[in-house]
């Protein structure tokens, strides 16, 4: 029992990490860009005096605006300049909404400051970005170190395995992308994050519905989550099935047709390693530094642990894959392997669905529609059903 209440108050903590209550209080109402001399200005347009935090990172070269309790009604779309290449923006975590400038070439901050509202202009946040050699935004790079903010303890111990006195199982569904990090963007304007999001909150609602299945989401709103994170509360929470959400997105309009994916080191084919490099640079979009994290995640892999969790996660994939046909569109070669970091969990069978594609007209009508989504989800309820049935009668 004292266990029991340990995970509950564990898993409350980590909950509260990921989704207390933002204080929207910075609303930024567009950004703009233009050229100061050689410098390429960046201006913020908001309500308000802010003291960004920015910092610079490398491989790819970026530039991160942290701003306080900030919010974002509109995008304007406004196009870089200058050496800027791309922006976007999103809540990153409770409390801190990030803006992130890819760079078309090595540049280092010239100067930043406010201005005040004045002369039919509101208040501003100007940044005068000046291109540089490799060298000087290397030093940048590493004296700017100290004003990223310190990643929270995303993997928190491995609770004691309890037993569940409700005897529910416990299943995690991962919403994949948000905040910042959009995931692939579809003709009409829909987000991938959007999509998983409402597909995941569907997911769990007809998991509930059966009475038999505690279901925690990875997150709840519009926020990034970094990949540790995800199945970091997979595990936090002793999950018996971690399920990550997704929509894909390709150059082709025509191809269509939802994939079941599972972890492995050696995509299954062309397909599956494309996707893999797309899935995987979530963080690196949410303006993370990479050199931290990766080593970690490479020495979960050979744990032999994984060898098990892997063919369980094969399992539930081939049951899912059946389901799923009777549902809605899926791919001839319908379940693959792929090197997916979301799937790392060392033992909890995971598996990634590619609902379907964001840039084919049906599919992307399917998925916006509740209908759709529905299907999707009735899909998963009844082959998680069937999983855990063939668990019991092989008596695990
Ligand atoms: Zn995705």
Redesign the pocket.
């Known amino acids: 029992m004292r266990s029991l209440v340990f995970l509950a108050l564990r898993v409350s903590a980590l909950l509260w990490l990921s989704f207390s209550v933002l204080a929207e209080n910075t609303n930024i109402s567009g950004v703009r860009f233009g050229q100061n001399g050689a410098d390429t200005r960046f201006v913020i347009d908001m309500s308000g005096q802010v003291e960004p935090n920015i910092f610079l990172l490398a491989n790819p070269s970026r530039v991160v605006i942290d701003l306080p309790n900030g919010s974002w009604e509109k995008d304007n779309n406004t196009k870089p300049t200058g050496v800027v290449e791309g922006y976007r923006h999103g809540l990153f975590s409770p409390g801190i909404y990030r803006i992130v400038l890819d760079l078309k070439q090595p540049a280092i901050l010239a100067k930043s400051f406010s201005l005040p509202a004045s002369g039919g202009y509101g208040d501003r946040y100007v940044i005068d970005l000046r291109p540089a050699t490799d060298s000087s935004f290397a030093e940048a790079v590493t004296s700017s170190k100290h004003e990223r903010p310190t990643p929270r303890d995303v993997v928190p111990d491995t609770p004691e395995r309890v037993s569940r006195s409700n005897g529910k199982r416990i299943v995690v569904v991962d919403a994949?992308?948000g905040g910042v990090d959009p995931?692939?963007l579809g003709r009409s304007g829909e987000n991938?994050k959007t999509l998983?999001l409402k597909i995941s909150k569907q997911i769990k609602a007809d998991l509930e519905r059966t009475g038999r299945y505690q279901v925690y989401l990875t997150r709840d709103k519009d926020i990034y989550i970094p990949h540790r994170q995800r199945f970091g509360l997979a595990k936090a929470v002793n999950a018996d099935l971690f399920i990550s959400v997704?929509?894909?997105a390709i150059a082709d309009p025509d191809v269509r047709g939802g994939t079941v994916y599972t972890l492995n080191e050696n995509a299954s084919d062309k397909e599956a390693g494309r996707l893999a490099r797309?899935?995987n640079k979530s963080d690196i979009i949410a303006g993370v530094d990479l050199a931290e994290t990766n080593n970690e995640v490479t020495s979960i892999l050979i744990e032999l642990a994984q060898r098990e969790t892997m063919n369980a996660s094969a399992q539930y994939a081939e049951i899912l894959l059946a389901e799923m046909r009777s549902q809605v569109h899926m791919h001839k070669r319908g379940h693959r392997f792929a090197n997916l970091l979301v799937l790392k969990s060392p033992d909890v069978p995971s598996v990634l669905i590619e609902t379907g594609y964001i840039t084919n007209k049906i599919d992307a009508r399917m998925l916006a529609s509740t209908d759709g989504q529905k299907r999707i989800a009735k899909a998963v309820a009844r082959a998680t059903d069937q999983y855990f049935a063939t668990l019991v009668a092989q008596g695990r």
Do not use: I
Request: glycine share 18%; no cysteine.
């Open positions: 994949g992308h995931g692939t991938e998983t997704h929509v894909d797309m899935e």
